[in-house]
């Protein structure tokens, strides 16, 4: 009888302890899986680290290397053949006088090519007037000497499609890198300043950023105009000049305090 007893009382235990074993086993993963989520590492410590966080401003000045402007003609006749053919012959003229200043064909792009019709409105209808063909071009200029002899190109030209003059800076990365180097050192010796007056010592830096302000392609007024076909003018060349670039960074840097 005995015997018996003990063999039930074996049999009821052996499941309880694998019971319990399963238990303890998913509980030590839970808590392994919240101190990862808590401290992203199991070793890393909770508390927040004391801060000295500082905002610095930096500028450069870069003189533009790039001009660019648009150029085209507007034509209306009576049929799309006349005004496509003057239109063209105008527009090539125009591409021979800019490879006589040698200005690059990668620096010559098409942007625009248009033929539609052109109404009036009267006695409550539609009218058609003339057919309309619309050629401009983008125009780099990388020698500055040469802008005022391609917009006196302008008048000479008949041209009437003119526009966008505007300066640029081709490398603007090193200007750029050279005011964030500038915002550095303000942000840094503000934050050395402030720590002396705190008694403290800066530590690592916690995190960084950075904003930056670069100005679009200044454009010059000047004002430009179309000679009528057939007249003829000793058109004056425009003088031109592109100024400079103000390029500015400012940062935001937050130190360790030791």
Same mark, same amino acid.
């Given at each position: ?141 990388? +020698?500055?000497?040469?802008?005022? !002899?391609? $917009?006196?190109?302008?008048? &000479?030209?008949? =041209?009437?499609? %003119?526009?966008?003059? *505007? ?18 050192? +303000?942000?840094?010796?503000?934050? !050395?300043? $402030?720590?002396?007056?705190? &008694?403290?010592? =800066?530590?690592? %830096?916690?995190?960084? *950023? ?49």
């Amino acid at each position: 009888m005995a015997e018996i007893q003990t063999s039930q009382h074996k049999k009821w235990v052996h499941p309880f302890f694998g019971i319990a074993l399963i238990a303890l086993s998913i509980y030590l993963i839970a808590l392994t899986r919240n101190a990862w989520k808590t401290n992203d590492y199991i070793g890393k410590s909770t508390e927040s680290p004391h801060t000295i966080t500082m905002s610095g401003k930096g500028k450069a000045y870069a003189i533009p290397d790039i001009a660019q402007v648009s150029l085209g003609l507007k034509t209306e006749k009576s049929s799309v053949t006349e005004a496509q053919v003057e239109n063209t012959k105008k527009i090539n003229a125009l591409h021979a006088e800019l490879q006589k200043l040698d200005i690059p064909k990668k620096d010559i792009t098409t942007t625009q090519y248009n033929v539609y019709p052109v109404y009036d409105w009267a006695n409550n209808r539609q009218n058609l007037r003339a057919y309309s063909v619309d050629q401009n071009i983008s125009l780099k200029i990388r +020698d500055f000497e040469k802008i005022p !002899k391609v $917009l006196k190109l302008i008048g &000479e030209l008949g =041209l009437n499609q %003119v526009g966008g003059l *505007s300066f640029d800076v081709e490398n603007i990365d090193i200007f750029e890198q050279e005011a964030r180097t500038n915002a550095l050192k +303000d942000a840094k010796e503000k934050a !050395k300043a $402030l720590a002396k007056e705190a &008694e403290v010592k =800066l530590g690592r %830096v916690i995190s960084f *950023s950075e904003n930056n302000s670069v100005p679009p392609p200044y454009m010059p007024y000047y004002k430009s105009y179309a000679m009528e076909a057939g007249v003829q003018a000793d058109i004056p060349a425009p003088t031109i000049q592109p100024g400079n670039q103000e390029i500015t960074v400012q940062v935001t840097i937050s130190y360790e305090i030791l």
